[in-house]
């Protein structure tokens, strides 16, 4: 299975539309996770031409933006959660080990830094923007490659 994460994509003001290299890793994803800040609806409308779509609920998104605060959810028998904040970076692993106990990997967003980390058992990944890369030398986004319920390849891939 292959899975594209990606958070942050703060459209309208950094997404006008969907990125030429974004899309060229939406292309035969099976499915698209966004881990919060689309900040309108239309974005989702347009992930899901690609793929069905799961996404978490960010700080900035609109009122439009329906979507819960995590989600948990098994893609090919790996147990995944999603949140948008996973909090300050001390402490992480644990404190989404403590969050989400029976997880595998958690997918989450917010700071804009690219991160993949194993720790408590648990991988935590986080895809980076592929729009507003504040401090980071490129806009990001994740593709993971899932197999029997393991995670075989997790990748940040510049797309800027």
């Not at 299975?1 to 703060?10: G, N, W």
């Not at 090919?76 to 992480?92: C, Y």
Request: hydrophobic share 40%; aromatic share 4%; charged share 25%.
């Amino acid at each position: 299975m292959r899975v594209v994460a990606l958070s942050d994509t703060h459209a309208p003001r950094y997404w006008k539309s969907c990125p030429p290299r974004v899309a060229e890793q939406l292309r035969g994803a099976d499915v698209i996770l966004h881990a919060g800040d689309v900040c309108v609806a239309s974005v989702l409308g347009e992930l899901a031409e690609y793929a069905p779509v799961q996404v978490v609920k960010g700080n900035n998104d609109g009122p439009d933006v329906v979507a819960p605060e995590t989600l948990e959810l098994t893609l090919d028998g790996l147990r995944v959660a999603m949140i948008h904040d996973s909090g300050q970076a001390k402490g992480r692993p644990a404190r989404m080990r403590r969050r989400f106990p029976e997880a595998d990997l958690v997918v989450f967003g917010h700071s804009h830094i690219p991160l993949d980390e194993s720790a408590e058992g648990l991988r935590i990944f986080n895809p980076g923007s592929p729009t507003d890369r504040r401090r980071q030398p490129h806009g990001t986004v994740g593709v993971l490659t899932i197999e029997r319920g393991v995670l075989v390849e997790a990748r940040i891939v510049p797309v800027t």
